[in-house]
C-alpha cells in the first residue's frame, strides 16, 4: 500500500519546513532584536504556533517507527510471551489516552471556531490549528492500534524493533 509512506513523507516534510521556518525566524528575531534593536513583529507567535503544529505531526510518525521515549523497568523480569502482552497493553493504553486526546481538541477547536478566536498579531484563525492537532492525534491511535493489532498477530515483540 503506498498511501502510508506518502503520508509519512508529507507529514515529515511538513515538519522539517516547520523546523526550518521556526529557525529562520528566530535567527532574523535574534539580529534584528540584539543589532538593530528592533525585534521581527510576530516572531513570537509564528515560532509558538509552528512549534505547536511540527509536534503534532511528528507524534504519528514517531510513534510508527518507534523512536519514542520508553521507559521498561519491567523487561528483564519478563519472557518473551509476557512482553508481548506487556506491548498490547501499553499500546492499548495510549490508543485509549489518544482517543481522549483527540476528543478534547476537536471540542476546543469547535469552541475556537464558534467563538471566531483568532491570533493576535496575525489573527490566523486558532480552530483549524486545533482540528489538525485533533486530526493527528487520530492518525497516532490508528498507529497504536495497529501495533496492538501486530501484537496479536505476529511470532516475537522482538521482530518489530
Known amino acids: 500500500m503506498q498511501l502510508i509512506p506518502t503520508i509519512s513523507k508529507l507529514l515529515g516534510a511538513a515538519a ?24 521581527l513583529l510576530g516572531a513570537h507567535e509564528i515560532i509558538t504556533l509552528a512549534m505547536g503544529i511540527m509536534i503534532y505531526l511528528g507524534m504519528p510518525l514517531v510513534t510508527a517507527s518507534g523512536e519514542h521515549l520508553v521507559v521498561d523497568l519491567a ?28 476528543y478534547l481538541l476537536l471540542f476546543h477547536g469547535i469552541g475556537l471556531a464558534e467563538d471566531l478566536m483568532v491570533t493576535e498579531d496575525f489573527e490566523i484563525d486558532q480552530a483549524p490549528i486545533a482540528f ?3 486530526a493527528m492525534c487520530f492518525l497516532t491511535i490508528l498507529v497504536f492500534l495497529n501495533q496492538v493489532f501486530r501484537g496479536f498477530t505476529d511470532s516475537s515483540p522482538q521482530e518489530r524493533r
Open 16 to 39: 522539517n519546513a516547520l523546523l526550518c521556518v521556526m529557525v529562520l525566524v528566530t535567527c532574523i528575531d535574534v539580529v534584528g532584536r540584539y543589532f538593530f534593536d528592533a525585534p
Open 75 to 102: 523487561s528483564s523480569l519478563l519472557g518473551p510471551k509476557a512482553k508481548r502482552i506487556q506491548q498490547i497493553i501499553v499500546n492499548a493504553i495510549a490508543a485509549l489516552t489518544f482517543i481522549l486526546f483527540s
Open 132 to 134: 489538525l492537532m485533533a
